[in-house]
C-alpha cells in the first residue's frame, strides 16, 4: 500500500508523535489498571471470576483482533482504521470510567481491547513508511521507548491515580488524550489507498468464540465445580471450535494464521515458549500486584512504586541486551531470561507472606525484571530471522498475539489455583493462595526455558535497528498487562 503524497518533514514529526502517544496510551492501559483492582473489587462488590474479566476482557479481544487490525488497515485505508482505533479506545475508556457495575466494566474493556487491536499495529506500519529509511532506526526506537516506559510507569500511574482520585480516573486520563489525537490522526497522518486485502472473517469468529470458551470455563471452574456441565461444556466447545479453526486456516485462501509457518522449528519453539511465558509472569502479576494493598496494606502508590525494581528494569538491561542479542543471536538470552524468571517467580513464592518486609522483596522483582528483559529484547528478532522477508508482518503479529493469549490463559489458571488453597477473606488466607499460584507460575515459566532449549542455534543476522524496531510490537506486553 503507498501512500498518496510526499511525506513533508512536518507530517513525518506529527506523525512520530501521534503514533508515539498513542502506543504509550494503549501501552499504558495494559499496565495501569493493575494497581486498581483491589478498589474496583471493593467499590463494584465483585468476585475474584468477575474481577479476572476486567483484564481478560481487554487482552482476549486485542489479542483476537491484532492481527484482523492490519489486514483492516489494508483494506481500508491504514490512517482511517488507526483513527477508528483512537475513537473506539476513546469511548470505550470513557464507557469504562461511567461503568456502574462489573459487567458494564468487563464490555468497555472489551471494547478498549479492540480498539488497541487497530492502534498498535497500524501505529508502527503507519511510522514506517512516514519516515524516511535513513531516520527510521531514530523514530522507531522513540516509538518502542514510548512504549516500554508505558509498561515501567503503569503501576506506578495507576496507583497513584486510584489513590489520589479514584480507580474510574486511570481510564477517564484517556479520554482528553483521545479526543486531542483523533482529530490530529485525521488531519496530520498520511492517507493511503486501500487495497483489496482478503478479510478471513470466518477465522475471526472460529477463534474468538474457541478462546473465549475456554477461557470462559477456567475462570469459572474453581467456582462452579470442575465437572460441571457448564464448565465442561464450554472447555470443549471452545476446544471443537478452535481445531475447526485450524482446519479451515488450512484451506482459507487468506488465512489470518498461516499454519505453515508451525512447520518450522524456531519459529513454533520460540512461540510456545512466548506463550509460557506469558502465561507464567502475567498470572503472577496479578496476584503479586494485589497481595501488596491486600495482604501487606500497602496503598496503591506505594505498591506501585514498590513494583518499579521488576517493571522498570528492562528500561536498564535493554540497551545491554540489544548488542549481546545480535553479538550471540536470541537463543541463549531467551533461555537465561525464562531461567531468572522462574527463579525469581520461585524465589517469592518462598518470600512471600502478610507482613514480608519490603527489602526481602526487592532481590527476586530485580531478577524478574532482568528475566523479562533478557526475553522481551531478542524475541521478536528471533521468530522474524526463522521466516522468509515476506512473512515478516504475520509472524510479528502472531508472536504478539500468542504473548497476549498467554496472560489471559495465565491469569485464568494462576487465579483458579489461588482460589482452591486461599482467598480474600484475611491476608492469611490470601497469601496462602498467592504463594500456591506463583509456584505454578514458576513452574510453568520453567517449562518455557525448556521449551526455548529447541530453538536452533544461529548467529542474529539482523541490525541492531531492525530489532529495537520489532521488540518494540510488544507494549504490555506487558510486562502487560502486566495485566493490560
Known amino acids: 500500500m503507498k501512500s498518496s503524497a510526499p511525506v513533508s518533514r512536518r507530517t513525518m514529526i506529527w506523525t512520530i508523535v501521534v503514533t508515539s502517544v498513542a502506543v504509550f496510551m494503549v501501552s499504558l492501559d495494559n499496565l495501569v489498571v493493575t494497581m486498581a483492582l483491589p478498589s474496583i473489587k471493593e467499590h463494584l462488590h465483585t468476585s475474584l471470576q468477575s474481577l479476572e474479566w476486567t483484564v ?15 489486514t483492516l488497515g489494508e483494506r481500508f485505508g491504514r490512517r482511517r482504521m488507526f483513527t477508528a482505533g483512537l475513537a473506539i479506545f476513546t469511548l470505550a475508556s470513557a464507557a ?44 522507531l526506537g522513540f516509538w ?3 512504549s516500554g516506559l508505558a509498561v515501567a510507569v503503569g503501576p506506578v500511574v495507576g496507583g497513584a491515580v486510584t ?11 484517556n479520554v482528553p488524550i483521545g479526543v486531542i489525537m483523533v482529530p490530529l490522526a485525521a488531519r496530520m497522518l498520511v492517507k493511503s489507498r486501500p487495497s483489496a486485502t482478503r478479510l478471513d472473517l470466518r477465522g475471526v469468529a472460529l477463534v474468538s468464540a474457541g478462546l473465549f470458551g475456554v477461557v470462559f470455563g477456567l475462570v469459572r471452574g474453581d467456582t462452579h465445580g470442575w465437572t460441571s456441565g457448564q464448565v465442561l461444556g464450554s472447555i470443549i466447545a471452545g476446544a471443537v ?8 486456516e488450512l484451506r482459507a485462501p487468506a488465512p489470518m494464521l498461516p499454519l505453515r509457518l508451525f512447520a518450522n522449528r524456531g519459529f513454533t519453539a520460540t512461540n510456545i515458549a512466548s506463550f509460557l511465558f506469558s502465561a507464567g509472569m502475567f498470572g503472577a502479576i496479578f496476584l503479586l500486584a494485589q497481595f501488596l494493598q491486600v495482604a501487606d496494606h ?17 528500561m536498564l538491561v535493554a540497551p545491554i541486551a540489544g548488542p549481546l542479542s545480535d553479538r550471540w543471536g536470541g537463543r541463549p538470552l531467551i533461555i537465561t531470561g525464562l531461567v531468572l524468571q522462574a527463579s525469581g517467580l520461585a524465589w517469592l513464592a518462598l518470600v512471600t ?132
Do not use: C
Request: no cysteine; proline share 6%; charged share 10%.
Open 163 to 173: 489513590e489520589g482520585a479514584s480507580w474510574q480516573w486511570i481510564f477517564w486520563l
Open 96 to 139: 469504562a470510567a461511567l461503568a456502574p457495575n462489573i459487567d458494564v466494566l468487563v464490555a468497555a474493556r472489551a471494547i478498549q481491547g479492540a480498539g488497541g487491536a487497530l492502534v498498535l499495529p497500524l501505529s508502527l506500519t503507519i511510522l514506517s513508511s512516514a519516515v524516511p529509511v535513513a531516520k527510521r532506526g531514530a523514530a
Open 144 to 146: 518502542g521507548a514510548m
Open 353 to 484: 507472606a502478610p507482613g514480608v518486609a519490603y527489602s526481602s522483596l526487592i532481590v527476586p522483582f530485580v531478577i524478574s525484571g532482568i528475566g523479562m528483559a533478557l526475553f522481551f529484547v531478542p524475541v521478536a528478532n528471533t521468530v522474524l530471522s526463522s521466516v522468509r522477508p515476506d512473512q515478516e508482518g504475520i509472524a510479528s503479529g502472531t508472536n504478539n498475539a500468542i504473548r497476549e493469549l498467554g496472560g489471559v490463559f495465565g491469569i485464568a489458571i494462576l487465579a483458579s489455583v489461588f482460589s482452591r488453597a486461599g482467598s480474600y477473606a484475611s491476608p492469611a488466607s490470601f497469601g496462602h493462595g498467592l504463594d500456591a499460584a506463583v509456584w505454578v507460575g514458576a513452574g510453568i515459566v520453567a517449562v518455557a526455558a525448556a521449551a526455548a532449549v529447541a530453538i536452533p542455534r544461529r548467529r542474529a543476522s539482523r541490525p541492531a535497528v531492525t530489532l529495537v524496531r520489532e521488540a518494540a510490537a510488544e507494549p504490555r506486553s506487558a510486562a502487560r498487562e502486566t495485566v493490560h
Open 298 to 314: 500497602y496503598s496503591p502508590l506505594s505498591a506501585g512504586l514498590r513494583t518499579l525494581p521488576w517493571t522498570g528494569m528492562p
Open 241 to 248: 471450535l478452535l481445531v475447526a479453526f485450524a482446519a479451515w
Open 56 to 70: 481478560n476482557a481487554y487482552t482476549l479481544t486485542f489479542a483476537v483482533l491484532l492481527l484482523t487490525g492490519a
